[in-house]
């Protein structure tokens, strides 16, 4: 259950996700995006792994104190944490990878350009300008390749990022839902910004008028 989209734009980056999970077998609605020292991380898998994954992550960043000065070493921490967790569970839970995390961050933590890095279930980590991740990645992608675009600023993809998770939403996987939140950080700008909930309710409405318009776009001679 997850959405994660991520891409690099011409002033900074943008990085969104669904905010459906499953607990206990129950569908609960919560976010999946978290800010540790001043990264965001956008989170997939298990909900229960996702848990213990934040508080062994406070954890070191306590340890550490104010030594984490690049997004490099948080990348480092963040793989050895999820190659523990993964080699502990992957054959109780019956999932090569049962968490995945997408991480934005500036590359010198409060200055310097902004980054994306894609963190894979076995602790391997990848520099990205690109993604989208999570059991509605595949569905994602088909649009997303054609909305985003490195040329575009940060807040116009952090709009297409909401269209696009919103469009995936329910109907077409029903593994992604609920409202999307959509993060913004921008080069040499160590504050970390959101999209407005205004804006996410018109970009879901949208793509709700988009679902049911589209036929209207094919030239098949019915409307």
């Given at each position: 259950m997850t959405l994660l989209v991520g891409i690099r734009c011409?002033?900074?980056v943008a990085a969104g996700a669904d905010s459906k999970?499953?607990?206990g077998g129950e569908v609960e609605y919560s976010e999946k995006l978290f800010e540790k020292n001043n990264v965001v991380l956008a989170i997939e898998g298990l909900t229960g792994i996702r848990d213990d994954f934040l508080l062994l992550l406070d954890a070191e960043i306590s340890r550490r104190g104010e030594k984490i000065t690049s997004l490099y070493e948080m990348k480092v921490i963040v793989e050895d944490i999820i190659s523990?967790?993964?080699r502990r569970y992957k054959e109780r839970v019956g999932e090569a990878s049962p968490i995945g995390v997408l991480m934005a961050g500036l590359e010198g933590i409060t200055k310097g350009r902004a980054l994306l890095y894609f963190i894979h279930g076995i602790g391997y980590g990848e520099r990205v300008n690109f993604i989208c991740?999570?059991?509605g990645?595949?569905?994602a992608t088909s649009l997303a390749k054609y909305l985003l675009s490195p040329e575009l600023s940060v807040e116009e993809n952090a709009k297409l990022i909401a269209f696009v998770i919103s469009w995936v939403s329910e109907e077409l996987d029903t593994m992604v839902g609920g409202r999307p939140?959509?993060?913004m950080i921008r080069d040499e700008d160590r504050s970390i910004?959101?999209?407005d909930d205004d804006v996410i309710d018109d970009m879901m409405d949208k793509a709700q008028i988009a679902k049911k318009e589209l036929r209207k776009l094919l030239p098949?001679?019915?409307s």
């Open positions: 011409k002033n900074g999970i499953l607990r523990d967790l993964t991740s999570g059991h990645g595949p569905y939140l959509i993060a910004t959101y999209l098949l001679g019915f």
